[in-house]
Protein backbone atom coordinates (compact mmCIF):
# COMPACT_ATOMS: atom_id res chain seq x y z
CA UNK A 1 0.00 0.00 0.00
CA UNK A 2 1.28 3.35 -0.81
CA UNK A 3 0.43 6.02 1.25
CA UNK A 4 1.42 9.81 1.14
CA UNK A 5 0.80 11.98 4.58
CA UNK A 6 0.29 15.75 5.04
CA UNK A 7 0.56 18.00 8.13
CA UNK A 8 -1.51 20.82 7.83
CA UNK A 9 -0.76 23.92 9.82
CA UNK A 10 -2.73 27.09 10.29
CA UNK A 11 -0.51 29.84 10.57
CA UNK A 12 -2.13 33.34 10.20
CA UNK A 13 -4.89 32.49 7.79
CA UNK A 14 -8.40 34.56 8.74
CA UNK A 15 -12.06 33.59 8.43
CA UNK A 16 -13.66 36.84 9.44
CA UNK A 17 -13.22 40.54 10.43
CA UNK A 18 -12.21 39.41 13.95
CA UNK A 19 -8.50 37.62 12.44
CA UNK A 20 -7.56 40.96 11.53
CA UNK A 21 -5.06 40.85 13.79
CA UNK A 22 -3.07 38.08 12.53
CA UNK A 23 -1.00 40.36 9.96
CA UNK A 24 0.14 42.10 13.05
CA UNK A 25 3.66 42.27 12.68
CA UNK A 26 3.86 41.95 16.75
CA UNK A 27 1.72 38.86 16.70
CA UNK A 28 3.61 37.32 13.69
CA UNK A 29 7.11 37.53 15.78
CA UNK A 30 4.79 36.28 19.23
CA UNK A 31 3.98 33.27 17.01
CA UNK A 32 6.95 33.09 14.97
CA UNK A 33 9.18 32.92 18.63
CA UNK A 34 6.83 29.94 19.52
CA UNK A 35 6.85 28.13 15.77
CA UNK A 36 10.64 28.30 16.05
CA UNK A 37 11.04 27.01 19.72
CA UNK A 38 8.51 23.96 19.68
CA UNK A 39 6.28 23.15 16.15
CA UNK A 40 9.18 23.63 13.57
CA UNK A 41 12.02 21.59 15.72
CA UNK A 42 9.37 18.97 16.11
CA UNK A 43 8.71 18.32 12.73
CA UNK A 44 12.11 18.75 11.25
CA UNK A 45 12.86 16.04 13.57
CA UNK A 46 10.05 13.36 12.66
CA UNK A 47 11.74 9.41 12.55
CA UNK A 48 9.92 9.20 9.77
CA UNK A 49 10.02 11.51 6.82
CA UNK A 50 7.37 10.24 4.38
CA UNK A 51 5.34 13.36 4.91
CA UNK A 52 4.84 17.09 2.96
CA UNK A 53 4.16 20.05 5.76
CA UNK A 54 1.85 22.55 4.40
CA UNK A 55 1.87 26.04 6.22
CA UNK A 56 -1.34 27.96 5.34
CA UNK A 57 -0.50 31.78 5.80
CA UNK A 58 -2.79 34.54 4.67
CA UNK A 59 -2.06 36.19 1.40
CA UNK A 60 -2.11 39.44 2.71
CA UNK A 61 1.04 38.66 5.05
CA UNK A 62 3.44 41.83 5.08
CA UNK A 63 6.63 40.71 2.92
CA UNK A 64 9.40 41.14 5.19
CA UNK A 65 7.48 38.38 7.59
CA UNK A 66 7.28 36.54 4.42
CA UNK A 67 10.66 36.53 3.91
CA UNK A 68 11.39 35.65 7.99
CA UNK A 69 9.28 32.68 7.42
CA UNK A 70 10.78 31.56 3.83
CA UNK A 71 14.18 31.52 5.81
CA UNK A 72 12.89 29.76 9.44
CA UNK A 73 11.69 26.99 7.15
CA UNK A 74 14.68 26.44 4.44
CA UNK A 75 16.48 23.95 6.79
CA UNK A 76 13.06 21.50 6.45
CA UNK A 77 12.56 19.71 2.62
CA UNK A 78 9.07 18.44 3.59
CA UNK A 79 7.94 22.36 4.40
CA UNK A 80 6.20 24.80 1.91
CA UNK A 81 4.37 27.87 2.62
CA UNK A 82 1.16 28.64 0.64
CA UNK A 83 -0.43 31.33 0.49
CA UNK A 84 -4.74 31.63 0.89
CA UNK A 85 -7.31 34.78 0.27
CA UNK A 86 -8.98 35.95 2.90
CA UNK A 87 -12.01 33.51 4.21
CA UNK A 88 -11.18 30.68 2.12
CA UNK A 89 -12.88 27.39 2.80
CA UNK A 90 -9.99 25.22 3.73
CA UNK A 91 -11.50 21.92 3.52
CA UNK A 92 -12.41 22.60 -0.36
CA UNK A 93 -8.93 23.92 -0.59
CA UNK A 94 -7.61 20.65 0.75
CA UNK A 95 -9.22 18.78 -2.00
CA UNK A 96 -6.92 20.61 -4.52
CA UNK A 97 -3.88 19.59 -2.14
CA UNK A 98 -4.84 16.12 -2.33
CA UNK A 99 -5.25 15.94 -6.02
CA UNK A 100 -1.35 17.41 -6.21
CA UNK A 101 -0.08 14.50 -4.11
CA UNK A 102 -2.45 11.61 -4.74
CA UNK A 103 -1.07 10.45 -8.07
CA UNK A 104 0.30 7.15 -7.60
CA UNK A 105 -0.60 6.87 -4.40
CA UNK A 106 -3.41 4.33 -2.83
CA UNK A 107 -3.73 6.22 0.59
CA UNK A 108 -3.72 9.76 1.83
CA UNK A 109 -2.87 10.77 5.24
CA UNK A 110 -3.90 13.88 6.88
CA UNK A 111 -2.73 15.42 10.24
CA UNK A 112 -3.20 18.92 11.60
CA UNK A 113 -0.67 20.50 13.64
CA UNK A 114 -1.03 23.87 15.17
CA UNK A 115 1.88 26.32 14.71
CA UNK A 116 2.67 26.54 18.57
CA UNK A 117 2.23 23.17 19.08
CA UNK A 118 4.39 20.04 18.56
CA UNK A 119 5.03 16.43 17.78
CA UNK A 120 6.56 13.79 19.28
CA UNK A 121 9.81 12.54 17.41
CA UNK A 122 8.02 9.25 16.92
CA UNK A 123 4.61 10.55 16.38
CA UNK A 124 4.12 9.89 12.21
CA UNK A 125 6.35 6.96 11.94
CA UNK A 126 3.85 5.60 15.06
CA UNK A 127 1.11 6.93 13.26
CA UNK A 128 1.48 5.32 9.78
CA UNK A 129 2.94 1.68 11.24
CA UNK A 130 -0.95 1.61 12.95
CA UNK A 131 -2.72 1.59 9.38
CA UNK A 132 -4.39 -1.23 7.98
CA UNK A 133 -2.45 -2.90 5.14
CA UNK A 134 -5.87 -2.23 3.27
CA UNK A 135 -7.61 1.37 3.36
CA UNK A 136 -11.31 1.47 1.63
CA UNK A 137 -13.25 3.99 4.17
CA UNK A 138 -12.04 6.77 6.14
CA UNK A 139 -9.79 5.70 9.10
CA UNK A 140 -9.41 8.16 11.74
CA UNK A 141 -6.49 7.57 13.92
CA UNK A 142 -5.62 9.02 17.71
CA UNK A 143 -3.66 9.30 20.61
CA UNK A 144 -5.11 9.83 23.43
CA UNK A 145 -2.68 10.68 25.47
CA UNK A 146 -0.16 13.64 25.35
CA UNK A 147 1.47 16.93 27.50
CA UNK A 148 0.49 20.30 28.12
CA UNK A 149 3.55 22.53 28.87
CA UNK A 150 3.13 26.57 30.34
CA UNK A 151 6.36 27.85 28.99
CA UNK A 152 6.00 30.97 31.39
CA UNK A 153 5.47 29.28 34.48
CA UNK A 154 7.36 25.94 33.58
CA UNK A 155 4.88 23.76 34.06
CA UNK A 156 4.13 20.62 32.70
CA UNK A 157 1.50 18.04 32.87
CA UNK A 158 0.46 14.40 31.31
CA UNK A 159 -3.26 14.84 29.99
CA UNK A 160 -5.65 12.51 28.10
CA UNK A 161 -7.56 13.70 25.99
CA UNK A 162 -9.35 11.26 23.08
CA UNK A 163 -10.99 14.70 21.16
CA UNK A 164 -7.68 16.20 20.85
CA UNK A 165 -6.54 18.20 17.59
CA UNK A 166 -3.95 16.23 17.00
CA UNK A 167 -6.23 13.29 15.20
CA UNK A 168 -5.25 12.00 11.74
CA UNK A 169 -7.60 10.66 8.96
CA UNK A 170 -6.56 8.79 6.50
CA UNK A 171 -8.77 8.16 3.47
CA UNK A 172 -8.68 6.26 -0.23
CA UNK A 173 -6.52 8.45 -2.13
CA UNK A 174 -8.89 9.11 -4.64
CA UNK A 175 -11.75 10.59 -2.92
CA UNK A 176 -9.15 12.01 -0.14
CA UNK A 177 -11.41 15.31 1.23
CA UNK A 178 -9.36 15.92 4.67
CA UNK A 179 -11.01 18.24 7.62
CA UNK A 180 -9.03 20.84 9.48
CA UNK A 181 -12.19 20.70 12.11
CA UNK A 182 -12.89 17.15 13.48
CA UNK A 183 -15.75 18.66 15.50
CA UNK A 184 -17.28 18.60 11.84
CA UNK A 185 -16.80 15.16 11.58
CA UNK A 186 -19.52 12.21 12.17
CA UNK A 187 -16.68 9.57 13.71
CA UNK A 188 -19.86 6.87 13.25
CA UNK A 189 -19.25 6.24 9.52
CA UNK A 190 -15.35 5.60 10.03
CA UNK A 191 -13.23 3.10 11.67
CA UNK A 192 -11.47 4.55 14.87
CA UNK A 193 -7.61 3.55 15.91
CA UNK A 194 -6.57 4.36 19.24
CA UNK A 195 -2.71 4.67 19.04
CA UNK A 196 -0.14 4.04 22.00
CA UNK A 197 -0.33 5.14 25.11
CA UNK A 198 2.34 7.09 25.51
CA UNK A 199 2.75 10.73 25.35
CA UNK A 200 2.90 11.62 21.25
CA UNK A 201 1.92 15.67 21.31
CA UNK A 202 2.15 18.70 23.34
CA UNK A 203 0.14 21.93 23.38
CA UNK A 204 2.04 24.99 24.22
CA UNK A 205 -0.04 27.33 26.87
CA UNK A 206 0.95 30.82 26.89
CA UNK A 207 -1.24 34.04 27.38
CA UNK A 208 -2.14 34.42 23.61
CA UNK A 209 -3.72 31.09 23.49
CA UNK A 210 -6.06 30.15 26.63
CA UNK A 211 -8.33 28.09 24.64
CA UNK A 212 -6.86 24.40 25.92
CA UNK A 213 -6.13 25.51 29.38
CA UNK A 214 -6.32 23.20 31.97
CA UNK A 215 -9.34 21.25 32.18
CA UNK A 216 -10.10 18.44 34.72
CA UNK A 217 -11.96 16.15 32.58
CA UNK A 218 -8.09 15.33 30.55
CA UNK A 219 -7.46 13.95 33.96
CA UNK A 220 -3.66 16.09 34.59
CA UNK A 221 -1.01 14.51 36.32
CA UNK A 222 2.26 15.36 37.36
CA UNK A 223 5.28 15.67 34.93
CA UNK A 224 8.08 14.01 37.03
CA UNK A 225 10.38 12.74 34.18
CA UNK A 226 11.94 14.45 30.72
CA UNK A 227 10.74 12.14 28.07
CA UNK A 228 13.50 11.10 25.47
CA UNK A 229 10.55 11.29 22.21
CA UNK A 230 10.66 15.29 22.03
CA UNK A 231 13.29 17.07 20.85
CA UNK A 232 12.73 19.81 23.42
CA UNK A 233 14.56 19.53 26.37
CA UNK A 234 11.32 18.96 28.92
CA UNK A 235 13.68 19.18 32.17
CA UNK A 236 12.19 22.40 33.05
CA UNK A 237 8.92 21.06 33.32
CA UNK A 238 9.40 18.24 35.61
CA UNK A 239 9.09 20.24 39.10
CA UNK A 240 7.18 17.70 40.99
CA UNK A 241 5.74 19.87 43.75
CA UNK A 242 5.33 22.91 41.40
CA UNK A 243 3.12 20.43 39.49
CA UNK A 244 1.16 19.31 41.85
CA UNK A 245 0.68 22.91 43.25
CA UNK A 246 -0.56 23.98 40.31
CA UNK A 247 -3.08 20.63 39.55
CA UNK A 248 -4.53 20.95 43.20
CA UNK A 249 -4.54 25.17 42.89
CA UNK A 250 -6.78 24.53 39.55
CA UNK A 251 -8.68 21.75 41.01
CA UNK A 252 -9.94 23.96 43.41
CA UNK A 253 -10.57 26.85 40.82
CA UNK A 254 -12.25 23.84 38.86
CA UNK A 255 -14.63 23.16 42.16
CA UNK A 256 -15.23 26.81 42.88
CA UNK A 257 -16.69 27.40 39.20
CA UNK A 258 -19.13 24.07 40.26
CA UNK A 259 -20.87 25.80 43.12
CA UNK A 260 -20.51 29.40 41.13
CA UNK A 261 -22.55 27.73 38.65
CA UNK A 262 -25.12 26.06 40.94
CA UNK A 263 -26.11 29.13 42.77
CA UNK A 264 -26.02 31.45 39.45
CA UNK A 265 -28.42 28.60 38.24
CA UNK A 266 -30.88 28.81 41.54
CA UNK A 267 -30.69 32.67 41.78
CA UNK A 268 -33.60 33.50 39.20
CA UNK A 269 -35.41 31.05 41.22
CA UNK A 270 -34.95 33.16 44.64
CA UNK A 271 -35.60 35.80 43.09
CA UNK A 272 -38.63 35.57 41.21
CA UNK A 273 -39.87 35.06 44.61
CA UNK A 274 -38.89 38.00 46.10
CA UNK A 275 -40.87 39.86 43.58
Not at 19 to 39: E, G, H, P, V
Not at 95 to 118: E, F, G, M
Not at 122 to 131: K, P, V
Request: aromatic share 14%.
Amino acid sequence: MNYKCIILTRFNIRFDERCIRTLDMDWLNYRLDLFKQFCLPSVQNQLCKNFQWIILMDEDTPMPFRKQMEQCIAGCQEAELLYLPYNTNINTQFKAIAQKYSSNIDVLVSVRLDSDDLLSNNFIRDMLASLPSSITHRIAIIFPNGLQLYPERHIGLHITNPKNHFRALAEPAKSARGELDFSQIDFQDMTVLLGDQAPYWAEIIHSNNLFNDFEWKFHPRSMHTPLDSFVIDLQDYCHKKANQYFIFLNYFRYRLRQIQHVFSFRQPTIRKRIF
